[in-house]
């Protein structure tokens, strides 16, 4: 057990990692258990699989019958959700401190016994299938599922979280045991708890709950890297509505590299900050980024946002933009061109280095105040580097330099990285 700037870190016999970090401004506890698997650990033909597997833990063990979960947390004055991602799948519930025993419980019992009751599969089947339909009537969701095939050829990187329609058809009960049997091990798990206990009490507690699960074997990854794009690709995706989008995506670095921090910072100036935290945080205008000015004032756009992700391994730089009525994507994608180059051909003023700096700040503040946002992010950063990512945060963003953003505009925003997608509308009404 050894303690870090106030998080405490400790490994069970059995392999399951737990970090703990007292908060003691509210009698509150968010209790997280995180699993070392997503939508990167899927193999072509079973897409989805992670996601689903998700949903089948809140259909109950026979010690916590389904029906009863959502009632007595309420009953608690709790919350709770899961998540299901790239590189992991994540559970949490947030308790009055008096009241955790029930979220150990819980998670220590659908760590091993969930059901998977093929009558429950099949029911649960209908609902992913009909959550997948419903997110095909939204053109941004089309457009960025073409966008991210055409940026990997290889990686499981390239197929959305919800899994493609046909695997989704197809998988069968025992794929979804197995694949829960597989990545729900003590040893590929990590629990994160932030709030108002005391540390050696609660890793007691948590000792007895998962302590004596057994480990699980070890899992053997072998992603091969995605190589490099070797020229721009071009999508377009047809449908429904009146309203033209564009998606850009550009190799980005993985979160654990260097450059990611000064890509960070790149971002807040050219579209605006984005947050990292997909539990929620504070929001902030974008009006002052280069591509609002340039797109938005311009009426080349109505609204233009951009967004990097904190993955295992390379994954991409986002920018989305809803075309003006009067404009043309042709335009939006020669004034965001001329916008990069600048980037790349000219030094960034201080000031707007320093407030892009201020905005990255701030919504990172704004997004790990709370116990539960502390607590997601004490899990978080190590699924793909260490909670050590997280506390030098604003520090590694504040060493970030003028000449650091040139270099990362020079060596990522270059055309052949990047794919280029197009939403072209029919003008015919989406289905209901």
């Known amino acids: 057990m050894t303690n870090e700037a106030s998080v405490t870190r400790a490994r069970l016999s059995n392999g399951l990692m737990v970090l703990l970090k007292e908060v003691h401004t509210a009698p509150l506890i968010s209790f997280w258990v995180w699993y070392r698997v997503g939508s990167r650990d899927e193999s072509p033909g079973k897409t989805g699989v992670s996601h689903w597997v998700e949903h089948m833990q809140f259909k109950g063990t026979p010690r916590f019958p389904s029906g009863l979960l959502d009632r007595w947390i309420s009953r608690e004055g709790g919350m709770w959700n899961a998540f299901t991602y790239l590189d992991w799948t994540t559970y949490f ?79 069968t009960r025992d794929d979804l045991y197995q694949h829960y049997r597989r990545y729900y091990t003590p040893a590929n798990a990590l629990i994160a708890v932030a709030g108002d206990f005391e540390t050696a009490l609660m890793l007691e507690k948590i000792e007895k709950a998962f302590g004596n699960l057994p480990p699980g074997e070890t899992v053997a990854r072998a992603i091969p890297p995605e190589p490099p794009l070797a020229q721009e690709r071009r999508v377009t995706v047809k449908g429904p509505g009146s309203t033209v989008f564009m998606h850009l995506a550009y190799r980005a670095p993985a979160a654990s590299d260097p450059d990611f921090f000064a890509f960070t910072v790149l971002d807040s100036l050219l579209s605006g900050p984005s947050s990292l935290n997909m539990f929620g945080g504070g929001g902030i205008s974008n009006k002052t980024s280069r591509l609002y000015q340039a797109l938005v004032e311009r009426e080349l756009a109505v609204s233009v946002g951009g967004g ?17 009525p009067e404009s043309s994507p042709e335009a939006v994608l020669k004034a965001i061109d001329t916008e990069i180059q600048r980037l790349q051909a000219e030094r960034v003023r201080d000031e707007e280095i320093q407030r892009a700096l201020k905005q990255a700040r701030a919504l990172f503040a704004y997004g790990s105040e709370n116990i539960t946002n502390q607590g997601f992010w004490l899990g978080f950063a190590e699924m793909f580097a260490t909670y050590d990512w997280f506390a030098d945060y604003v520090e590694k963003l504040s060493a970030v330099r003028a000449e650091d953003v040139q270099r990362i505009a020079q060596t990522y925003l270059q055309p052949q990285r990047r794919v280029v997608g197009i939403y072209q509308p029919t003008g015919e009404e989406p289905l209901a």
């Open 93 to 171: 519930e947030t308790l009055p401190a008096d009241k955790i025993d029930l979220a150990l419980d819980l998670e220590a019992d659908r760590m091993i016994n969930s059901r998977f009751d093929p009558e429950e599969v099949e029911a649960e089947r209908t609902v992913i299938l009909s959550e997948r339909e419903g997110s095909e009537n939204e053109p941004l969701f089309l457009l960025g599922e073409a966008v991210q095939m055409a940026a990997f050829d290889q990686h499981p990187y390239r197929y959305e979280v919800i899994g493609l329609k046909e695997d989704l058809r197809r998988i």
């Open 308 to 324: 990097l992700h904190a993955t295992i391994d390379p994954y991409l730089y986002d920018l989305v933009i809803t075309v003006h």
